[in-house]
């Protein structure tokens, strides 16, 4: 128990691990994994092309220094008392990750509507709109602007 509380009482006004932390720690382990590979690759390589074991030997140094970089940064985050600049990295990390995520979403959307629907969009305010296929010549009003058109489908 005392060294439970011991560790509380070091982490007291420290960041400690976030979203940001853990993200740090896999692409450092994805990364660490790599150069694993190029190791591989360079040690069977030897005999046949020196230049192309070079490469590799090369890849791994640098995806290892990342890698292991990564992990230092992850360490440095957890361990950092100053709290406001980490929770401003990690709000910053968590708002790209959710557009990326809203985006691969939209791509997943527009290929599973694909054969039942066009995306288009308004030539005066450029929203995208979804209209259905194949119904001929349409009127089509932006729901951002108001803006109206006509379209073949």
Known sequence: MKFRERL???????NGVDEFSRFCNGAGL??????LVF????????GRNETVALVFRILYWVTYACGLG???YSLFRAFSRNV????????????RKNQLRRKWESWKE?????KTHRYIRCPKCRQQLRVPKNKGKIRVT???CGE??????
């Open 8 to 14: 509380l009482r070091f982490m007291q006004g420290r």
């Open 30 to 35: 994805v990364l660490v994994l790599i150069a």
């Open 39 to 46: 190791t591989i690759i360079s040690s069977g390589s030897i």
């Open 70 to 72: 990564l992990f230092i």
């Open 84 to 95: 406001y600049k980490r929770q401003k990295e990690n709000t910053q990390f968590v708002y």
């Open 110 to 114: 527009r290929w599973n509507n694909r």
């Open 142 to 144: 932006c729901s951002k």
């Open 148 to 153: 109206k058109f006509i379209i073949k489908t």
